[in-house]
């Protein structure tokens, strides 16, 4: 599943400019004491996985929902063939003779 995340566009709009003035808003309004690393980390990388807890400091320090911070992408792709688990042919019988188990 691709998500865009959209922090950066929220901060802004909220005149957040730098990770410290995040890494304040965090503390101040939401209780959530965040290292400078994981918050530039927040703003600069796309995060792999975010906790709940994580997404709803954000969103009372930012005065948004999760609406404003995450767009998910819900179109459907394709599935792609497993390597090494090629189709097998089914094996043919002798004549007159039942195949043996698999």
Known sequence: MNIK?????AAAQKEVWTGAEL?????ERAGLEMSA?????????QPAQL???????L????GCTPND????DTAPVE??????KAAKAP??????????PL
């Open 5 to 9: 995340w959209r922090l950066r566009m």
């Open 51 to 57: 906790k709940l807890h994580t997404l709803a400091a």
């Open 91 to 100: 094996a043919k019988a002798a004549r007159g003779r039942s195949m043996p």
């Open 23 to 27: 890494r304040r808003l965090l503390s």
């Open 69 to 72: 911070l995450i767009e998910v």
């Open 37 to 45: 690393a994981s918050v530039s980390a927040l703003l600069t990388k």
């Open 79 to 84: 599935a792609k063939p497993r390597p090494g």
């Open 59 to 62: 969103c009372t320090a930012l």
